[in-house]
Every structure is written in C-alpha cells, then in structure tokens.
C-alpha cells in the first residue's frame, strides 16, 4: 500500500509541474514590433524662406563643340633642318652645345678629314693638268697656224683641254661638298649652320669619330622655332567633331595665365593601334621663343559646327570636393543638390554642362554659394 501511495503522489507531482511549466510559457509576453527606419536623403534641402532665392532655367543654345586633348609643343618639321657631315674624320674643336642659338653660316665643328685632304689632292691635280692642257692647245694652235700641224692634231689637243676643264670642275665640286674652299687648302672640313635657329638635338662630342654618308644619327638637328606644332592625341570616337582650321586654345603648364591661339593643320589619316587615337597637329606662332619643345600642352578645341549645348550662369554652379553642384528646385521650398559637368565658357560668361544631370528647362538655385551657406546656417 505504501509503495502505491508513493507512486500516485509522484505521477501527480510531474503532472503539476508540467502544468505549471505550461501556463508560465503561454504568460510570456510576445516581442514588440519594430518600428520602420526614417531614411533622409542627404542630397535634399528644404529653405524655410525659398523666395528669397533667386531662379534661373537651363537654357539650350547653338553652340561649337568643345573638346579638350592632351599634346606636347615639337618643333616644326618644315622649319627643321639635320647637319650631317659629307666626309669622315675626327671632330678637332666642337664649337656648339645643345640649346644654343646658331645664326646661318655660322660654325659648329672641325672635322680632321682625310677626305678632304684626298679631295684637295685631286683637285691640285686637275689644276695642273687642265694648265698643260691648256699650254699644249696654244701650241697646236700655233703650229696649226703655220701649217706644221694637221688638223687631227689640234682637234685631239683640243680635246684634251675640255677633258682637263672637266676635271677641275668635278674635283673643285667634291671639294665643296665635303665643306672645303678650293681657294684655301686644308684637310679641316668646318661644318657650318645651313639655317637660323636652335640646335634642339646634338649626337656627337668633341674628338669623336665621325663616319660619311651613314652618319646614323645626323650630328645636329637645327630648328626654327619662330613657329611650333603642338600635337595632340584624339581619340577616334571624337575625330567627327573636328575638322582642318578649326580654332584651339593652347595652355601650357609652364605658363597657366596664357592662353595661346591656334589652328588645326592637319589631321592624321591613321590611327595608333595601340591608344585608337589620331595626331592632330595645331600651328602656333612663337616669336618670343616661350614656347619649348617637348612641354606639356592641354588643348581645347572649338568646333565650327554648331550643336545644342545645356548653359547656366557659372554663379548657379559650386564648386565642392573638385566636383561641381547645382541646386535644383524639386518643391515648393525643397532643392536637390546635384552634380554636373561642365565643358566650358561661352563668349558671354555662361557655363556649358553635358546632358545628363540636368535638361532645358530645370530651374536651378541662381547663386549655389550663398544657398549653400544659408542653408547651413538654416540647419545650426
């Protein structure tokens, strides 16, 4: 009977605590739901007082294309002359350096030639054989007059002194082209400056063995830098928006006040494999010589096709973070502020913006600087 009692007891003991376990499960409270995030668009502003802001609309006018393209300023290829020596031989006295500024005739080196000294020699000798030639023609002349010569005789003399004279004449003509004067004998070849200009390249230095006709490189380069080429690089997908005579503005690093004006010369008929870009050639004069060759040049170019462009005030647009934001109306007193890309100035002082951002008819904040700056002191 004991163990019975023991049992019932213990079976209603589970069942209580399995009751108890159940009702304190089912008191539990639930989880409160959450609350939905507020999201806030940075980009957008609300003005407290928006007619204090004065409006303007985008506006789309004619105007030439404008695009930009990086170069560099090399001297012009018409005005460029490569000095070269005709004859071989060891440089003696180098009389000019790289960067010098060289007048027409005036002398760059010596070159100890043997060529010139075996040319010399030729000539000499054509000198002296054309003399008695022309000694041995006077006496058959003579003797021909006295009719103590025949005729074969003189014509055969004859001969020999146009032959004579022919020599002189080609022996004095290879003397001046290895850079010698008949006139005054030498084995020295003074290699002198065929045109006015800046020697821009110098292969040789002093006592340096020099080769004839191969000389690979030339010994100078001379330039006429009075007149330069800035070359650019223009991608194919842009070669449509220029054309031959186009004007271009030039700036250079080494002058960023400066704006330099030119035209386009030419346009490359093949495109580098390697960039799919074609060399556009622009024209500068340069009297003053401030422009170098090999510097760095930016340039823009003005189309003389006109295309509708997108145009504000530049005071619509600010300048933060090196981009450029405008604020456009979205409300009655909410504006967006919304970056653009601008493509330069028009002749009367507005801004060009590329399509995408903003279209004709957008009215924007018309001096972002000082909506910005009330804006913020709005928000304090």
């Given at each position: ?118 040319a010399f020699s030729d000539y000499q000798k054509a000198v002296a054989d054309e003399r008695l030639a022309k000694k041995s023609l006077d006496r058959a002349q003579l003797l021909y007059s006295h009719g103590a010569l025949a005729e074969k005789d003189l014509q055969a003399a004859d001969d020999a002194e146009e032959k004579a004279k022919v020599d002189v004449q080609t022996t004095e003509q290879h003397v001046r082209i290895l850079g010698g004067d008949p006139a005054h004998p030498s084995s020295l070849i003074e290699l ?189």
């Open positions: 009977m004991t163990s019975k009692r023991y049992s019932r007891s213990t079976a209603a003991f589970t069942i209580l605590s399995l009751i108890l376990m159940f009702a304190s499960c089912s008191n539990d409270p639930k989880p409160a739901p959450t609350k939905a995030e507020v999201t806030i668009d940075p980009s957008l502003y609300t003005a407290d007082h928006p007619e204090l802001f004065k409006l303007v609309k985008v506006e789309t006018r004619d105007l030439p294309t404008v695009l930009t393209a990086n170069g560099a300023v090399t001297p012009d290829v018409n005005r460029t002359i490569h000095v070269t020596s005709q004859g071989s031989g060891r440089v003696v006295d180098l009389k000019v350096r790289l960067g010098d500024s060289v007048s027409k005739g005036q002398e760059l080196l010596s070159i100890y030639s043997a060529d010139l000294a075996g002198r400056a065929p045109v006015a200009g800046t020697i821009v390249e110098q292969n040789v230095s002093g006592f340096e063995g020099i080769k004839s006709l191969d000389n690979s490189p030339n010994l100078f380069t001379i330039a006429d830098l009075s007149q330069v080429w800035v070359v650019c690089d223009v991608y194919e997908n842009d070669l449509s928006q220029i054309q031959v005579g186009d004007s271009a503005e030039i700036r250079l690093n080494a002058y960023p006040d400066k704006v330099f004006q030119g035209k386009v010369a030419d346009i490359s008929r093949v495109l580098d494999p390697n960039l799919r870009s074609a060399k556009v050639r622009i024209v500068l004069p340069n009297p003053d010589g401030n422009l170098r060759p090999n510097m760095y040049a930016v340039a823009t170019f003005r189309s003389r096709k006109m295309q509708p462009h997108l145009v504000i005030p530049t005071t619509a647009i600010m300048r933060l973070q090196d981009k450029d934001w405008v604020f456009r109306k979205e409300g009655q007193n909410q504006f967006r502020k919304t970056e653009v890309h601008t493509q330069g100035n028009t002749e009367d002082g507005l801004q060009q913006l590329q399509d995408g951002t903003v279209k004709a008819g957008d009215e924007l904040v018309a001096n972002a600087l000082a909506f910005s700056t009330s804006v913020a002191e709005q928000g304090k």
